[in-house]
């Protein structure tokens, strides 16, 4: 069953034929076929045509039954003050994905101190309310750099929305690029990706190796060498917390 729910993850699209999934899962054509007809009793699958099925919505219960308590934990918050005290100020921000018709980030929680946003152009009701585009911003690409690459596909096929900051990625090499070093490094540097004046270090939040978000840390554009590197200890060492928090380990 887990491997066949992983081959819907690995493929393409959303709707899939037995024989695909028996390819991608590594099992027989009659197995696959056993384990889709049990599935679908249980709301793991549905079959949305003869011979062709999508992920159910009992998957979904899954997934949100094991992430909801560990979203709410307190400490959570904590952490994201501590990252903001240790880089002397700046805003803070814990994105969660979300994959509801779209693979895209939501503001789960922040520290600001003070601040009231204005010097983003947004107000703190609209940051919690409004999913945002992977494509853009260090903690947008922190989390894309890790997802699969049929989704990866889905969100290069974006168009950019109107109002971004004039760092931002746009041609389709140079942000592939800057995923791969984000791989390679465990973080995202962006300057002015979002909005003009403002810079960026992201990473991601694992669990199991599977991205659930990222945690930025954002500061007014200075000159790249001012405490940097100090920045991007921090931000790398609070998404381990939190993702150690999230995971219960």
């Known amino acids: ?17 037995l024989a695909e999934l028996a390819r991608a899962s590594a099992l027989d054509d009659s197995t696959v076929y056993r384990i889709l007809r049990c599935g679908i009793q249980q709301g793991a699958f549905v079959q949305v045509a003869r011979g062709r099925y999508r ?7 899954l997934g949100t039954q094991a992430l909801t308590p560990r979203l709410q934990d307190r400490a959570l918050s904590s952490c994201l003050e501590q990252l903001r005290l240790a880089a002397d100020g700046g805003l803070v921000f814990l994105y969660g994905l979300t994959n509801l ?12 101190g003070s601040s009231d946003l204005s010097e983003l152009g947004l107000p703190p009701r609209d940051l919690m309310s409004i999913n945002r585009s992977l494509r853009i911003g260090a903690s947008g690409r922190a989390i ?11 969100v290069l096929a974006e168009k950019l929305p109107p109002a ?10 140079e942000l592939l690029a800057s995923l791969a070093e984000i791989r390679a490094k465990g973080y995202a540097v962006g300057y002015q990706e979002c909005v003009r004046g ?21 500061k007014p554009s200075s000159p790249p060498t001012v405490a940097r590197d100090r920045y991007e200890r921090a931000v790398t060492s609070t998404t381990a917390e939190v993702g150690r928090l999230i995971g219960g380990f």
């Open 1 to 17: 069953m887990f491997r066949l729910l992983h081959a819907f993850t690995q493929l393409g699209g959303e709707v899939h034929g």
């Open 55 to 61: 992920l159910g919505p009992a998957a979904v219960r």
């Open 101 to 112: 018709g779209h693979p895209q980030r939501h503001c789960i929680d922040m520290a600001v």
């Open 144 to 154: 894309l750099a890790h997802l699969s690459d049929n989704l990866q596909q889905r």
């Open 164 to 173: 971004v900051g004039p760092g931002v990625y746009r041609g389709r090499n």
């Open 198 to 218: 403002w810079d960026s270090v992201a990473a991601p939040v694992l669990w199991g190796g599977t991205v659930l978000g990222s945690v930025v840390l954002m």
